[in-house]
């Protein structure tokens, strides 16, 4: 569809000196195997019928480690709610969605389950051995019975979305962890070209420290003030989009605090990283007003009351843009 | 029982400049409300008896602000078990307990709940009517037998202690908030004299950027890396002994990486803050090990098994210490 032009591309070695120096991944083979199975489930049953597409959603906000062994961390502000939001909305609308979330941070089907004080609304049953479900503890969330409506349905909706194959979680804590994560599912995520999705909503860092210039043990507070120098993360989109799912649908997110500057910076993030769309949006407005910018314009989603998501209406804009962009892309006008 | 020997003061203006230029804490006059009546409550309950204590246990990480409109912040890695565990083991007591914790860190009481995937313990029953229980839902959670029995004590201890009057929980996120809310607290308790405990777990930062010194909007990543200068926070410590609570036990905790300095700034910390009590652990082993160090020697707790909590020793020591402490304050040998 768009070639990705005017992309000010990150220096090679940028990148590769990135991956090379963070800190190993974790049961990195687990991962991708578990990543694999998820792919190829959906290919299979792609196969005997309506094409599956697949979505990766990113969620909540990374950590940047300040020493090696690590006390202290640069965190980036992000609850997960739209990326949560936004995974019950893809699953609803067919999507087999791929949440990587940060570790903690809101997850889908989870949003209106009580936060913090989860003890508050539990009650011990006196009887736990009513109708042969002593199989099971009878601790009892409390709640008003709308509320409980809506809990239930989240629960089974939940679980139609894991047992059937459609929901796969993934999480990440530090930067490290996310972009080796995210590069594991990218590459993984070719082979479905133009049906794959990235809906980038995590709130990535822009600046890290080195693992080898990190403090080995804790920094000491002795001695007066303390200076840092943090490097630019190697802005991975523009690899993303030439390397890792070039034929991949790709949306990210601009999130400032000035809106004077906020859509011209949108407007340059989807020329220079060659996106999709990017989903623009204000810190003080960013729960009730997003604004959707493409090479076609702009269009502004907004919540309509309190308690209306305005993932909904979000989603269904990106999922009528993903079908034009696959109708495009297998006639063969990239 | 032991002066402020040697104590290096912070500069009264460092204090006093930190706490003027903070941001204003939100609900101050609610949160005043909420603490003066739990400390009036049991200052009456020990007026018809036995005299009840009160400690103030903090627990958790401090954030620190990089920006007005806080996108990016620093954190500093503490999963709150500690403080959290020790909760329990001080309403055991019989203290009445302050609990001051980080937002979303580990609460007392829902140390044995599932964490992350909630969702996944959830099953909801076919028949929400069962036994007149339609009052409340019927969403159960699914447990081991021997978990559930631990859930449900945890969960009728948690009432217990609420409702007796015997555990107040104040939530913090920034470090402005957090010694806010801990001058509050000192200043609130400075009437219980000897009575009052200060178990200090909470992870406070050391370094912190001044409210009017930050950035307004959100920094951009633009240009090159990223310089930052960070202050160091006042050290409060000293200001709580000689000012807000002189006359309260005060135990506080020292986490080093590096073992070979753990002990000599232990030590340090004690003579320099006027602590009666310091607890050095190691991140490496803080769940294990601990070490009590107090100016008459040092004491080695650990844990005896993976699920024995150290803390209930490490607890049971301090009360002992307290104990003595009052007495001595009783009989004027300060």
């Known amino acids: 569809m768009d070639s990705i032009k005017g992309v000010k591309e990150p220096v090679e070695s940028d990148v590769e000196s990135f991956f090379s120096k963070a800190p190993p991944l974790k049961d990195c083979d687990k991962l991708f195997e578990k990543l694999k199975g998820f792919i190829d489930r959906v290919v299979r049953s792609s196969e005997n019928g309506k094409p599956v597409r697949v979505v990766c959603v990113t969620s909540g906000g990374t950590t940047v480690p300040l020493e090696?062994?690590?006390v202290r961390y640069i965190d980036n502000f992000s609850s997960g709610n739209r990326g949560a939001a936004s995974t019950e909305y893809f699953v609803k609308a067919g999507y087999a969605v791929i949440f990587l979330y940060r570790w903690g941070s809101c997850q889908p089907y989870c949003r209106y389950l009580p936060q913090d004080s989860f003890l508050d609304f539990f009650e011990i049953a006196e009887d736990s051995t009513i109708k042969g479900?002593?199989?099971c503890s009878m601790i009892?969330?409390?709640?008003?019975?709308?509320h409980d409506v809506v809990v239930k349905r989240s629960i089974s909706e939940y679980r139609k979305a894991v047992e059937g194959g459609m929901l796969l979680k993934l999480p990440f804590t530090t930067i490290f962890e996310y972009l080796q994560i995210l590069q594991m599912v990218a590459l993984s995520m070719d082979c479905l070209k133009s049906l794959g999705m990235f809906y980038l909503a995590a709130a990535v860092s822009d600046f890290y420290v080195p693992w080898e210039n990190m403090a080995k043990h804790k920094i000491q507070s002795a001695e007066g003030p303390l200076?840092?120098?943090?490097?630019q993360v190697p802005k991975m989109l523009s690899v993303m989009r030439k390397d890792w799912a070039p034929?991949?649908?790709c949306i990210s997110f601009k999130l400032e605090t000035d809106p004077d500057i906020l859509l011209q910076k949108a407007d340059t993030a989807m020329r220079k990283y060659g996106m999709h769309v990017v989903v623009a949006n204000e810190l003080a407005t960013y729960k009730s007003e997003v604004t959707v910018v493409t090479r076609c314009g702009k269009t502004k989603v907004c919540s309509r009351a309190k308690d209306h998501d305005l993932e909904m209406e979000l989603v269904d804009i990106l999922v009528e843009q993903h079908s034009d962009y696959i109708k495009k892309f297998e006639s063969g006008i990239k």
């Not at 009892?140 to 709308?146: A, H, P, Q, R, V």
């Open 247 to 249: 034929a991949a649908f």
């Open 140 to 146: 009892i969330l409390l709640m008003s019975e709308s």
């Open 227 to 231: 200076d840092m120098r943090l490097t």
């Open 133 to 135: 479900m002593c199989f």
């Open 68 to 70: 090696q062994r690590c």
